[in-house]
């Protein structure tokens, strides 16, 4: 009982609970950052290090870790649990293990605190270390990116377990005994990793339904084999996203510590309305946490990490269905792991550097699609945009539909209409050639040469001219009839030859000792 | 440490050795994932068996150095691990499963349609320093134990190799529960040793952290169940036959 342990044990006891739990929570919550980990050994102790092992601290973790504990200690019936989950760019989420740590009424009087529990706590964190890279949602948690993201939530009090399916496996990292319980720490993982869809449909701007809620099997699915076997097999319906929604609060985050510690709470909050009401209050960071909500892809564009097109509004003025199916890809540049300021303030760099080449949303949709088409495209001047300056090639774009005679890259065609698919792929519906009287709204179709084209009569594309000329006719010299005549000249030559060469025959010999 | 090419132990080591903490663990591997999966393993075992640095102050204390931890990933095997901090202890154990090659399955080998592959086993163990008097040299009495059986498969194609690799990982992943289980079981260890007793109990040759005093020993077994020396004397002998 607590009589037998005297105040400075039980006051170390205490202490040593307390920063076992919340290095505890920096081992996990860093084991699912998705990077690897790694820290100098120091044959100086440093005064700092719990347990003699080098585990950072990350500000926002250690805050959130103790905001959950609230001052209070892990004990009996009072368990401090990490609950780690994903959730992928459409929105659905899942959760994925529980770490808990726990007291049980068992109690070792015997035991020295200053000594052997410090020792054992150092060792059971070896053993999390260990433990955190072998259960299947680190492996989840290396490759986490632009399909999925890796997130932590802490609590305290009563462990729940209903999150992680049917079938979830419990490994056990190891026990402390000391004289006022034993500490446990374990990880429940789940097992079926099929997803449930919590998309919230046409809504714009809805809150999630909650797992629970979710009516529709999603064909997204995860195996817990190796993430290269993880196949997302989404189907066409995951893109058609509502109308775009473009509002006024879109911003590029300023403070990437204040935009951090938002991304933490919006984060560690499951509950839709909390998700919601961060919304209208947050802005943009919640939007880039909460908003791998597919539903609005239009503002999480820019040209991207990938350097691609961006995604396209399921409204197009222009461009075929065919080029909005295939540019509307999953949400690129956001990419936010499960905690630092430091590491999400360099993932923010990325992504404001690239979201901040966006100005307002309507010159962010010109910006599409200008971008959309293509390298060599003819543009009327007055559609040329400070956006579409820095297009390749953009000094052989013509300055308008007259000119095109003159352009380098763009010729009259003679024969009319035999459209390649790059050039059909171009072309907005309806519209068709490139005649100086024939310009569209937006852009004006041009027929261009691509290299090694063959003549600027007929318009030709790379891959008929690759086919054309991939078996080019044979060399005279080479042909049958050729040979067989030359032999036959040669032959009735040869006595001639030899005649000649038996004259000269002296001269042969002195140049053969020569030569020797 | 010491490397020895088989294991022979003295009737004193012996008796210790009955109050020797054992444990086995058996993988299945293709040659060219020994050494990681036999690295996967000892460092393992080696973080949970090595403190910081010790440095003993006056009246009998001491304060303890920091191990820092890193992550490894595994080229060959889907599989990734914590190893301890220290170029120099991880140089050691390379260098000590570099020298562990179970043989490749021989040519007419392949022709068999079943039968074992290249089997050899390394062990990694524990112990504590007793010191004698002259003339008789230290004693070396370990307390733990840790064997890794290999068996070595030979793969057919890329296919079957791809499966290995995701195996070989689950399989890791379940050596490493098990044997995180058996350090919390909190069974013996030696006791904290004074400044003169240090290094009969650890290692202090390291300059960042401090494992317990270690020896790795391995033994390698060819496709006939025969150790590699008798293997060597037969090949020299039909060289000559010739």
Known sequence: ?516 | MGLCPSTSSGPRSRAAAMNCRAEVLEVSVEGRQVEEAMLAVLHTVLLHRSTGKFHYKKEGTYSIGTVGTQDVDCDFIDFAYVRVSSEELDRALRKAVGEFKPPPCRPQDALRSSGSDGMGQISLEFYQKKKSRWPFSDECIPWELWTIKVNVVNLANEQERQICREKVGEKLCEKIINIVEVMNRHEYLPKMPTQSEVDNVFDTSLKDVQPYLYKISYQITDTLGTSVTTTMRRLIKDTLAL
């Open chain 1, 1 to 516: 009982m607590d009589t037998d342990l005297s105040s400075q044990d039980r006051k170390d006891l205490d202490k040593f609970i307390k920063f076992f739990a919340l290095k505890t929570v920096q081992v996990i919550v860093q084991a699912r950052l998705g990077e690897k980990i790694c820290t100098r050994s120091s044959s100086s102790p440093t005064g700092s290090d719990w347990f003699n092992l080098a585990i950072k601290d990350i500000p926002e973790v250690t805050h959130e870790a103790k905001k959950a504990l609230a001052g209070q200690l892990p004990a009996v019936g009072r368990s401090m649990c990490v609950e780690i989950s994903l959730k992928t760019s459409e929105g659905d989420s899942m959760e994925l293990e529980i770490w808990c740590l726990e007291m049980n009424e068992k109690c070792d009087k015997e035991i020295k605190v200053s000594y052997t529990v410090y020792n054992r706590l150092s060792l059971l964190l070896k053993s999390l270390l260990a433990i955190t890279r072998v259960t299947p949602a680190y492996r989840l948690s290396r490759k986490q990116g632009h399909e999925y993201v890796i997130l932590y939530r802490i609590y305290f009090g009563e462990v729940q377990l209903s999150g992680l399916g049917e079938g979830f496996q419990t490994v056990r990292v190891g026990t402390v005994g000391t004289p006022v319980g034993t500490i446990t720490l374990s990880c429940a993982y789940r097992i079926n990793l099929a997803f449930m869809s919590t998309r919230a449909g046409e809504d714009n701007g809805a809150v999630y339904p909650s797992v629970e809620d979710s009516q529709e099997v999603c064909t997204t699915s995860f195996s817990t084999s190796p993430p290269s076997q993880c196949v997302f097999t989404v189907t066409k319906a995951h893109f058609q996203t509502p109308p775009p929604v473009v509002t006024d609060t879109l911003k590029v985050p300023v403070m990437g510590l204040a935009f951090s510690h938002q991304l933490s709470s919006s984060r560690l909050s499951y509950q839709p309305a909390a998700l919601g009401v961060g919304s209208a209050d947050m802005g943009y960071p919640v939007l880039f946490a909460g908003g791998l909500n597919a539903a609005h892809p239009h503002q999480l564009i820019g040209p991207g990490k990938e350097g691609g097109v961006p995604p396209v509004p399921s409204q197009p003025a222009h461009g075929t269905q065919a080029d909005q199916e295939r540019m509307c890809t999953p949400l690129d540049g956001v990419h936010y792991s499960a905690a630092t300021p430091s590491s999400s303030e360099d993932t923010e760099t990325v992504s404001n550097s690239s979201e901040g080449k966006c100005g307002s949303p309507h010159d962010l949709l010109e910006t599409i699609f200008i971008r959309k088409v293509g390298a060599f495209v003819n543009k009327p001047i007055n559609q040329v945009t400070m956006a579409n300056l820095d297009i390749p090639f953009a000094m052989f774009a013509p300055k308008n539909v007259e000119l095109e005679d003159n352009d380098p890259m763009v010729n009259p065609p003679d024969s009319p209409e035999t459209e390649s698919p790059l050039q059909g792929s171009l072309h907005s519906e309806g519209s068709s050639g490139s005649s100086a009287g024939n310009t569209h709204d937006d852009f004006v179709m041009i027929d261009f040469k691509p290299a090694f084209s063959k003549d600027d009569i007929l318009p030709m594309d790379l891959g008929t001219f690759y086919r054309e000329f991939q078996n080019p006719p044979q060399l005279s010299s080479l042909s049958i009839d050729i040979g067989a005549q030359s032999m036959a000249e040669d032959l009735d030559s040869l006595p001639e030859k030899l005649a000649v060469h038996e004259k000269n025959v002296k001269e042969f010999d002195a140049f053969v000792e020569t030569l020797q």
